[in-house]
């Protein structure tokens, strides 16, 4: 079948799929204090929806597969979903992004479903500073979850922080010497301005991470590491003689849209193919009657629909909050 390819050539071929809006943290950048209006659970894709629109989008080109959220371990029993995906459809690269407060009691159960490689969101190695940005996260937990899933073997194991000027940002030595000491990957990500992280304030403030890595290729030695494995944006260097990796995801300083080849189905069906932009294709109602040609012409209809890339840098917000779009 002809491959979603859109406009300006970009070829398709991974998909975040988001198996809830809701999440057990609230995030200062991502959501407010009292939650959001959240998808009624009667709504949501059920497992047998989403492993439906997953081998309708692997049909389609599509061999990347990444479940998010909100949280994604909110969604109850989530490894006999990996489990689905596994057995009833072509996928070979499952992966998960999580927050790691769950992870201590599911990882083992995840990797015995068949889920691959596992990416966690955390912003902070000082517990107070975690606190304050996730406004009740316990540190020690997402620890416990982080060595869990290193002793189920989920590998590669990848550590996403936002850094943020005058917040976090004194931590980045100390980052790079978690990726030294062990195989894990560190990427830094850049404040996007969505939702709530577009009104951050007195809290932080943007950091330009390639002037940041730049100036650790100087004071540091980072060298590029070995090509990426998987489907992210970031962009990997790595500190002489260090076992992991040092990842840098630029947005708003050195944009990588030229080379996108991401969409997202959220958790009651709406297709994104641009993270930026608040208009969807809604395919919930097609997936949930199993129409495979109204679900084709929903994820050609988005990549069609995909510009060239974002206008941040012109001063454009993304109303709809990450919670929402699948992270």
């Not at 809830?20 to 059920?46: K, Q």
């Not at 070979?92 to 479903?113: C, F, K, P, S």
């Not at 606190?131 to 416990?144: D, M, Q, Y």
């Not at 969505?194 to 060298?223: H, Q």
Request: aromatic share 6%; hydrophobic share 40%; charged share 25%.
């Amino acid at each position: 079948m002809k491959p979603l390819v859109d406009s300006f050539g970009r070829r398709h071929r991974s998909l975040r799929v988001s198996v809830t809006d809701r999440c057990n943290l609230r995030c200062r950048y991502c959501m407010p204090a009292m939650g959001l209006p959240f998808v009624p659970r009667e709504e949501l894709l059920s497992f047998e929806d989403i492993t439906f629109a997953v081998q309708v989008a692997l049909s389609l080109g599509v061999d990347r597969v990444r479940i998010t959220g909100g949280e994604p371990l909110l969604r109850t029993e989530l490894p006999e979903l990996i489990a689905m995906l596994n057995d009833e459809t072509d996928a070979i690269d499952i992966a998960l992004t999580t927050n790691g407060l769950l992870l201590a009691r599911h990882a083992r159960a995840l990797a015995e479903a068949g889920l691959r490689r596992i990416n966690i969101s955390l912003d902070s190695l000082d517990p107070e500073r975690f606190t304050k940005i996730t406004r009740h996260g316990i540190l020690s937990e997402v620890w416990e979850g982080i060595e869990a899933a290193s002793k189920a073997g989920l590998s590669p194991m990848r550590i996403n922080t936002l850094l943020l000027d005058g917040f976090n940002d004194d931590e980045v030595d100390d980052w790079l010497e978690l990726a030294r000491e062990n195989p894990i990957d560190v990427r830094f990500m850049e404040l996007m301005p969505i939702g709530e992280g577009a009104e951050l304030g007195s809290f932080g403030d943007y950091l330009n991470l390639t002037t940041l890595k730049d100036r650790l290729v100087e004071t540091r030695g980072l060298v590029p590491a070995d090509p990426e494995v998987g489907n992210g944006p970031a962009r990997y260097w790595r500190e002489p003689g260090a076992k992991g990796r040092i990842g840098f995801i630029t947005p708003m300083s050195n944009s990588y849209c030229d080379s996108c080849s991401r969409m997202r189905l959220t958790s009651k069906g709406d297709l994104r193919a641009c993270l930026a932009y608040d208009n969807h294709v809604s395919v919930g109602e097609a997936i949930k009657a199993r129409d495979e040609l109204a679900v084709i012409a929903g994820f050609r209809k988005a990549v069609a629909e995909k510009p060239a890339g974002h206008q941040w840098r012109d001063g454009h917000v993304t109303e709809t909050g990450m919670s929402a779009l699948g992270g």
